[in-house]
C-alpha cells in the first residue's frame, strides 16, 4: 500500500487542502516551492499509462481543481506549473497517480 | 494571434507526431529533454485557469493521448513526465494552453 492510499483512507495525516468525491489535494511534505499542493484521484491508479479512456473526466476533473487549490492557496493570479510524472525517467517516487501543483515564485527549468 | 495558432492553422510547420479533432501534437523546437512533444488543443484556451467546466473531458483526453505520444516517441517505457505552465511564475511562454511531454533521460527536479 502506497503512503498515499494510507491518506487516503485516514491512517496518516495530510494538510488536506480540498477534498471531494473524485479527489483529495493536500500539501507535499517535502514542498519544491513555496506553494506545493499534490492532487490525486481516490480510484488507485498507479500513473497515466494505468488509466482507461473512462477516466478521461476523472483526469480532467484534477486538473480543473488546480484551480481551486491555486485559489486556496494564493497562487491563482501569480501563476502556477501542473506536473505528473509517470515511471522512472521521470523520477516518480509514490506509485499512486498524482498532480504536482507548485507556484509562490518564479519556477525554473522543466526538466530539472 | 500566437504561435502555436499558426500552427494549428498550417501557417507555420512543424513535426507532428500526433493529432485528432480535438488536439495536435508536435515536438518542442527548443527542446528541455531527448524527447520533447507539445500537445495542445485546437479550442484556443490561454492555460487551465481560462477553461470551462465543460472542457474536462478535452482536458483529460490530453492526458490520454500524451500515452499514445510517448509510445511513438519511444518513451512509454521508460517513463515521462507531463508539465503544463500556466502564467507568469511557472514561466509559460506562449498563451495557448499545452502540454509538455517530456523524457528519453532520466529527469531533475519539478521546479528547475
Given at each position: ?9 485516514g491512517?496518516?495525516p ?11 489535494a ?10 506545493h499542493?499534490?492532487?490525486?484521484p ?15 473526466l ?6 480543473l481543481?488546480?484551480?481551486?487549490v ?9 501563476g ?33
Amino acid at each position: 500500500m502506497t503512503i498515499f492510499q494510507k491518506i487516503l483512507d485516514g491512517e496518516i495525516p495530510a494538510h488536506v487542502v480540498y477534498e471531494d468525491e473524485r479527489v483529495l489535494a493536500f500539501r507535499d511534505i517535502h514542498p519544491a516551492a513555496p506553494v506545493h499542493v499534490l492532487i490525486i484521484p481516490r480510484k488507485p491508479l498507479i500513473d497515466v499509462r494505468a488509466a482507461e479512456e473512462e477516466d478521461a473526466l476523472l483526469l480532467g476533473h484534477m486538473i480543473l481543481v488546480s484551480r481551486e487549490v491555486a485559489r486556496r492557496e494564493g497562487v491563482l493570479e501569480s501563476g502556477y506549473r501542473l506536473v505528473i510524472n509517470n515511471g522512472t525517467d521521470a523520477g516518480q517516487e509514490v506509485f499512486h497517480l498524482h498532480l504536482h501543483v507548485m507556484g509562490g515564485a518564479r519556477l525554473g527549468g522543466l526538466a530539472g
